[in-house]
């Protein structure tokens, strides 16, 4: 029946479709559905694993120094994504590989794991064969495999595949994450992908918590630098002080003192005041050089003796004044070593024994050891507390005591020892026990053993030859050094020209008219000039290679490195009068020195 007003169409009118076209529309609409479906889940899986991710990222930025919490997130994200009936993930130290993190996988195969674990890796375990291969290793079914231990199947009661992906930091294996299901099968590689994003994550918080514990690492190092520095300052400022206020006590005595006994025992004094206050820029200037990379072993043979000897004689009298037993062991050893600075470790390890023994003695003798020769230092003093020991090769740094030693130094002595050491290559070992005393050792490589023993290289402490009548030039803009240096030279009997620079050092030889022997110029002058511009505009001008040494109260890496690269003698302020004249007689006799 119609609607009103409209015609009535009959049946046969109406549009038809055949069975063949009302088939392929309902498999479009079927198949429709089927990727719909499809792009739903694909959509769900997406927005699962960059929840996931996001998760991971969130813990590994609230624990940087922990990487467990994002281990468990790794493994349970695992489970639930891959649709996987376990996750378990493994790091491997470089030797064994350890099981750190599970999820779902029951109690008795975990305590199974956790017999297992840590193990080398092995066949018998996925996680073994990912760490061997450092690849994904996919097997479909555990219970066909020979080389799998066969226990965890039969613990689990069915067969299984698993899949293992490796923890990889720029090519090395850090770990291992390991899925498995409860079927056997094909592994999808959506799957393994997944399963590689999760290791990159494992990777990335590993290295996340090595850098925090790092940048922690530096700032307790900068912190503990900052602590011995403030401590140096403050025993710098006391030590340099007390020798400086003795001795302006003494000096204040002598001016007054017509007693010839009297003055002789004030000038003993200063004399020992003035080598405390070397002894401290000594220290201050040997860490300087090291600190430079000016400083280069120059490799001898020699017989061991002459150090021991050295040692020896050094040390026999301060040793006698406190009440000290000092024992030499003798040794026909010879070795291959840089005599000089060998003798300053040695120096140091022995002076220091002296200082702190107050009471027993102190022994110095060799053992060998293979190829090497041990240099030992042993003391019956306080010892060194086991958590104190791994401190104190570091700068500055001195053992806490009730009543400082004023003597003690700055406490550089033992990190110039460590850094001579390293320089070197001669190894440098400590045992101690607290109120046992403590044994310090330096081992120096051996060598073949010869007939008789070889002379000591020459000390600056050589008896001098004449200067009498020599013509010496000193440039220095300080009036007091050019006063002190004046008069010591001309009671030698030496003829002193005297400049603050270069050109007016010319002005004064041209008014001499002489050419100077020597050349002795401080190595900063005023106007930003050198001494190196210095002694280079005298020997243009006057056409000869003068014998020319500096001398600098510059300690600063660079102005060492800087006077290294010259080619010219660094003394450093203050300069020891008879080195200073060993010095000079060394420089009149050879008159090398490179232009």
Aim: hydrophobic share 45%; with cysteine.
């Amino acid at each position: 029946m119609g609607l009103p007003g409209f015609p009535t169409m009959p049946k046969s009118a109406l549009p038809t479709r055949d069975e063949g076209e009302i088939g392929r529309l309902r498999k479009a609409n079927a198949k429709l559905g089927e990727e719909l479906a499809a792009r739903n889940r694909d959509l769900t899986e997406a927005l699962d694993q960059k929840t996931a991710m996001a998760e991971i990222l969130r813990v590994i930025s609230s624990s940087p120094n922990d990487a467990l919490p994002v281990f468990q997130t790794i493994v349970q994200s695992a489970v639930a994504l891959c649709r996987s009936f376990f996750a378990n993930l493994f790091l491997f130290d470089g030797e064994l590989l350890h099981f750190v993190a599970t999820h779902s996988t029951g109690p008795d195969i975990e305590q199974l794991l956790r017999s297992k674990y840590p193990m080398r890796p092995d066949l018998s375990q996925v996680s073994g064969r990912v760490l061997l291969s450092k690849s994904v290793v996919h097997l479909e079914d555990v219970s066909a495999d020979p080389d799998y231990e066969q226990r965890f199947t039969t613990a689990m009661g069915w067969t299984w595949r698993m899949l293992g992906v490796p923890m990889l930091r720029e090519g090395r294996p850090l770990g291992a994450i390991v899925v498995g299901w409860a079927e056997a099968g094909p592994i999808a590689k959506a799957q393994e992908e997944l399963l590689r994003t999760f290791a990159d994550q494992a990777v990335i918080a590993l290295e996340n918590v090595r850098l925090f514990n790092e940048i922690q690492d530096k700032s307790r190092q900068l912190d503990l630098a900052n602590t011995y520095k403030a401590r140096f300052l403050a025993a710098a400022s006391h030590d340099l002080r007390q020798p400086l206020h003795a001795l302006n006590l003494f000096v204040a005595q002598l001016q007054g003192e017509s007693d010839p006994i009297e003055r002789s025992r004030l000038i003993a004094q200063i004399d020992a005041t003035v080598g405390a206050i070397n002894e401290l820029f000594s220290a201050l200037l040997d860490m300087s050089k090291l600190e430079a990379g000016v400083l280069e072993p120059d490799l001898i043979e020699l017989p061991v003796v002459q150090l021991l000897k050295r040692v020896e004689t050094t040390f026999a009298e301060s040793a006698r004044e406190k009440g000290l037993r000092l024992r030499v062991v003798p040794s026909t050893a010879w070795i291959r070593s840089d005599f000089i600075l060998l003798e300053r470790i040695l120096f140091n390890l022995v002076s220091n024994a002296v200082r702190y023994t107050a009471r027993g003695g102190v022994v110095i003798g060799c053992r060998r050891r293979g190829e090497w020769l041990r240099l030992e230092v042993w003391d019956s003093g306080p010892g060194i507390p086991d958590d104190q020991q791994q401190y104190i090769f570091g700068e500055f740094y001195q053992l806490a005591a009730p009543e400082r030693d004023r003597r003690s130094g700055l406490g550089l002595g033992l990190a110039i020892v460590e850094r001579l050491g390293r320089l070197l290559e001669h190894p440098v070992e400590l045992s101690s026990r607290l109120g046992r005393g403590s044994r310090f050792a330096v081992s120096v490589p051996l060598v073949a053993e010869r007939g008789g023993p070889a002379e000591a290289p020459a000390s600056s402490a050589m008896p001098a030859d004449p200067v009498q009548g020599k013509v010496i030039m000193v440039i220095d803009d300080d009036a007091l050094v050019v006063d002190s240096m004046r008069g010591l030279l001309q009671s030698w009997d030496c003829i002193v020209a005297t400049a603050e620079s270069g050109p007016e050092a010319l002005a004064r030889l041209a008014e001499l008219g002489e050419t100077p022997d020597v050349i002795v110029s401080d190595y900063r002058l005023a106007d930003g000039k050198s001494g190196i511009e210095a002694i280079e505009l005298l020997r243009g001008a006057l056409g000869v290679a003068i014998p020319a040494f500096l001398i600098s109260g510059e300690t600063v890496p660079e102005r060492l490195r800087d006077a290294s690269a010259s080619g010219f003698l660094l003394l450093h302020k203050p300069v020891p009068p008879m080195a200073l004249r060993a010095v000079l007689n060394r420089f009149l006799k050879a008159r090398d020195l490179p232009v």
